[in-house]
């Protein structure tokens, strides 16, 4: 009995220790959720036009740093809008650095050893609704070139994709950041994305019917400010009649920002399949 007794008296203090724990913890996630709003967009410095992206990791990348929490700090990173504009609203107020990495010059560049070069990266303090405004160097620019055209089911678009940035301040940006490539300024494809959705590129494309035409090496080179003729792919299927669609052409240069290639898009366009 005396020994029942002792087990009883051991289990209500466990019991006890065990609920005082997890009052403890429920007290300690006990936080209002996160509610305010960064929301902002990223334009081309010379021209004063949004710099045109996909919605995903290929696309311009938001990232966030809390600089007003001492220790570690995990980035928060999301994604711009097709048009260049960026939104979270789910933000707890402090102080952070933001950046922006896309098709375009790095707005952080540092030395092999470690020295900055550039930072165009931005410190604020969010709370309520912050906006922020970032002029970047667009690696190219790509555009229709007139109306596409509909023969029996296939797009026939004209693209003209000319460099935002010369290769002579491409290179004086990217060398000093060491292990410079000159291949790295070739351009390597141009895309045309064909979807049902008005989000149209590579995150939303329909692969029956987009296309690409790849280039090797500076092969490119003599084209560009040209116009390239570039249509919708018929191997498996046609585009049936009556459908709407939307394309978007996209090229890219033979470099990396934060792990990507990423593309520089057009403007989305509607077309009527007849």
């Not at 490119?220 to 009649?241: A, M, Q």
């Amino acid at each position: 009995m005396i020994d029942m007794k002792k087990t009883l008296f051991f289990t209500s203090i466990l019991f006890g220790l065990m609920s005082a724990s997890s009052c403890a913890m429920f007290e300690i996630d006990n936080y209002d959720a996160p509610s305010e709003t960064l929301r902002g967009r990223v334009i081309d410095a010379a021209t004063g036009e949004p710099v045109l992206t996909d919605q995903g990791s290929e696309g311009i990348r938001v990232r966030l740093e809390e600089t007003s929490w001492e220790g570690n700090v995990t980035p928060q990173d999301f994604n711009c809008r097709p048009d260049g504009t960026f939104q979270n609203t789910k933000l707890f107020e402090a102080d952070y650095n933001v950046r922006v990495d896309g098709p375009f010059i790095p707005i952080v560049r540092l030395s092999p050893d470690g020295t900055v070069l550039q930072d165009d990266s931005q410190n604020v303090h969010i709370q309520g609704v912050t906006e922020l405004e970032f002029k970047v160097q667009p690696f190219l620019k790509v555009e229709f070139v007139g109306l596409p055209t509909v023969d029996d089911g296939q797009i026939t678009a004209k693209v003209r994709v000319s460099r935002a940035v010369s290769k002579e301040d491409f290179k004086a940006a990217i060398e000093p950041m060491g292990n410079w490539k000159d291949e790295y300024s070739n351009v390597t494809d141009i895309q045309l994305f064909v979807s049902y959705s008005s989000s149209v590129g590579y995150r939303a494309r329909d692969e029956v019917w987009s296309s690409s035409i790849e280039y090797n090496g500076a092969d490119f080179e003599p084209l560009l400010g040209t116009e390239i003729t570039i249509k919708s792919n018929v191997d498996r299927e046609r585009i049936p009649s009556g459908r709407h669609v939307f394309i978007r052409a996209a090229s890219r240069i033979n470099y990396e920002t934060a792990g990507y290639k990423r593309w520089n898009y057009s403007e989305p366009l509607e077309v009527i399949i007849p």
